[in-house]
């Protein structure tokens, strides 16, 4: 299971502001274009502007996303649309709409601020593409490239440097931030999850279990001999045997292809392990298939569908102190079976 499938990482962050932002600029110009009295070309060319991005900020809110690249073409695509009516802005709207005046200074000077901001964003958020489509529709329709040389000539790249400066500092802190919950989280011996993300994978597993209808299989397992191998072998091999057992019971959690997952495993001692099956309501099926990996291996299972985690620990514990009485005695008798006859 991917951990950044199942948190709210820093572009999902920065992605959620971009739609709210988008629909206050939208609204912005649109309000400010009606008080001001503008054009039926104004008012229409804003509220594009605004329609879109209340379309996105939906769809933000309704998809799971399991990958980040519908989202940027999605913000991409909507930042090429704020250029495209800013060009046609520029090129069509009676000046107006901008000046009481009719001087065009103040216009243009509104349309490649704007522009220029979006470009930057087109490369925070589109990355090398994204500028390079944001600047050629800048310089081929908004700027005047017959303009003397002056700091709008490169003010538009100076924004697409800050946007990919704010686009790799993003990568890396959601990068640090990955590793740090993968440190909180898992167990640096096996990988899997530890104690404290229990509560929490019970909770969501409960609650798609309760939405969908379908059961959930709750396992405790405790490694037979451990001790004993620490004892005979030394600590590095009890760790391998851990390890092991963790690999054969990681290979019977299912990893579906959305962020959903509807297993789990956990390591919560030393020898203790817990693991949650949605949709499984045969647990014996489950530790067979486990113990043609690893035999040597205690498990006690239960239904967790109305249980809380503290009856659902108490419960299974119960249930593999019950399986692990039944192995001890069916060795014994294997061991009295195989006893040579008293003469």
């Not at 601020?113 to 930057?120: D, E, I, N, R």
């Not at 990955?178 to 993300?197: I, K, M, P, W, Y």
């Not at 597993?205 to 490694?223: H, M, N, R, S, Y």
């Amino acid at each position: 299971m991917n951990p950044a499938l199942t948190r709210k990482n820093i572009w999902t962050v920065a992605i959620r502001d971009y739609w709210w932002m988008s629909v206050f600029i939208g609204a912005y110009f649109f309000i400010g274009f009606l008080i001001w009295g503008g054009s039926k070309g104004a008012l229409g060319s804003s509220a594009l502007f605004l329609v879109a991005a209340v379309i996105g900020l939906g769809v933000h809110y309704t998809v799971h996303w399991d990958r980040q690249l519908p989202q940027v073409l999605m913000i991409t695509a909507h930042l090429a649309l704020g250029e495209a009516i800013l060009a046609w802005q520029k090129a069509y709207l009676p000046l107006t709409d901008y000046s009481r005046s009719g001087i065009p200074e103040p216009r243009n000077i509104i349309v490649f601020l704007v522009s220029s901001l979006v470009v930057g964003a087109m490369c925070m958020f589109g990355g090398l593409w994204g500028a390079l489509v944001g600047l050629t529709i800048h310089y081929a329709f908004i700027f005047d490239v017959h303009e003397e040389f002056s700091v709008k000539w490169i003010f538009p790249i100076l924004m697409v440097l800050i946007g990919g400066i704010v686009a790799t500092a993003f990568r890396r802190l959601d990068q640090a931030y990955e590793q740090l919950e993968v440190l909180a989280n898992r167990d640096s011996l096996t990988g899997l999850f530890n104690r404290h993300c229990l509560d929490s994978e019970f909770d969501r597993l409960q609650a798609i279990a309760c939405e969908t209808g379908k059961p959930l299989l709750f396992v405790a397992w405790d490694l037979d001999d451990l001790k004993e191998i620490n004892d005979s072998h030394g600590h590095a091999a009890g760790d391998a045997y851990i390890r092991k057992f963790a690999c054969a019971l990681q290979a019977h959690v299912r990893k579906p292809s959305d962020a959903r997952s509807g297993d789990a495993a956990f390591r919560i001692g030393g020898d203790e392990f817990i693991s949650m099956h949605l949709d499984a309501s045969d647990g014996e099926k489950l530790i067979e298939r486990v113990h043609q990996s690893c035999p040597s291996v205690s498990a006690g299972w239960i239904s967790c569908n109305a249980l809380t985690l503290d009856q659902a620990l108490t419960q299974a514990d119960q249930a593999l102190y019950e399986n692990k009485e039944h192995r001890k005695k069916k060795d014994m008798r294997d061991l009295i079976r195989h006893l040579p006859p008293i003469a």
